[in-house]
């Protein structure tokens, strides 16, 4: 089947192989999703219709209370064989696998997650290992992970991405999406807004790199925000329908990712953002916001970095030559403060990936200057710093880094070495090869801090 040429509904892309005209074959293996009143029922269905004998749900303490009760109930009185663990390893890294591993039981056949985005990471990254299929019933719509085939999980202090596996079957329940706390249904509208700026990372990267790009994907996922948004302000009052909305967009989101083969089409530099500050809160003992709270910040953070660079005086020469000064060992220093014991995971992603050696960097700049016209105009055609923030505002979400525990110290170094989270090319990168990184963030941190005067 041929890849839709207009963006369609969610379920036309689910369990369907796609010719494309990209030149790759795209596929998701979800094959159920049941958003809507009362849809926690649908779960002992599902488990029957497609054959499974024995459920391992996997939940914590708290999203045992909010939906893994009832799913508990749900299949005792269906006859449905289970087993429920409330995980006590909350760090989702090494130890949590291994207390999954632990308490799995004999004969399990599926595995289901209930809860969102680390409870979904590490049933998805645990079932794949196994060799199982599983489920997802999210507590929350906070995240567009839902439908991702990547697990994003802490190892040796790291924030490390892993190939997993896509679930076969997510149920959002709108009675349940609803009562989340309102800093996750605010989380779920940021992790939507961060793709204005993902999408213009691979836009950039086709253009600076020659990176593979799929325009009937980027198509998809613009479509599903752009519907989202429409009625975001309902959002503050909990309405079920707007509610059953951002899970759908949020899920359509992660099934292109899946569609992909990776999470391009979905996260990107507002992501590292992020990714950077989780390690650094778990390293200093601190609990994160949400990650689509982050996401929204480093969405605006980025725009505004955007806004500078469209003002400023680009000097290719000038970037050439630092582009020669590139100091491999003093790059190597400066990783390690910033990253403290995260830094050899990072050395060793860039020792294979080079995205930062001097050759690489000096013929990026050379298409930079030859393209520069078009990649402006692609940079203008994002949407304003205030625009977003102002969508957040509205919704009661923080929208500048002070809000969510990030100060200047903090966010001058985010800006400057989460690009290395990833071996990928985005904005921030882009910055970087121009030598006007150090320079724009400070201009960025000034204006935050006359805004708060």
Known sequence: MKMPSCPMDLNTYLNQRFTCE??????????????????LNELPVLVKLMGFQSVYLISDSITYEIAGKTCDQLLEDAGIQHEIVQISHLGFDEATLGELAIHMPDGCDLVVAVGTGAINDMTRYFSYKMGLPFYTVATAAPMDGFASSIAAIQVNHLKTTFDAQTPIAIIGDTDVLKNAPYRMIAAGLGDLLGKFTCLCDWKLARIITGEHYCERIVELVESCVKNVLSDADKAIDRDPETLGKIMEGLVLAGVAMSLYGNSRPASGCEHHMSHYWEMMFEQAGKRPVPHGTQV?????????????????????????????????????????????????????????????????????????????????TLLSE?????????????LGSPCTPAEIGVDA?????????????????????????????????????????????
């Not at 994002?382 to 509205?394: A, D, F, M, N, R």
């Open 296 to 376: 929204g910040v480093g969405t605006v953070l980025v725009l505004k970095l955007v806004e500078h660079l469209l003002k400023a005086d680009v000097d290719f020469v000038t970037a050439r030559a630092a582009a020669k000064r590139y100091d491999p060992a003093r790059w190597e220093k400066e990783i390690c403060t910033a990253y403290g014991p995260a830094a050899d995971g990072v050395i060793e992603m860039e020792a294979k990936a080079q995205k930062n050696e001097t050759s690489a960097r000096l013929a990026r700049i050379d298409t930079m200057e030859a393209h520069w016209n078009e990649i402006r």
């Open 382 to 394: 994002l949407p304003s710093s205030e625009k977003i923030s102002g969508v957040l505002h509205t």
């Open 409 to 453: 110290q903090l966010l001058k170094s985010t800006f400057l070495y989460c690009k290395e989270v990833r071996a990928r090319y985005t904005i921030l990168q882009m910055v970087w090869d121009l030598d006007l990184l150090d320079q724009l963030s400070d201009e960025v941190i000034a204006e935050l801090d006359r805004n708060k005067e």
């Open 22 to 39: 990209c030149g790759r074959e795209h596929y998701a293996s979800l094959r159920v999703v049941r958003v809507g009143a009362q849809a």
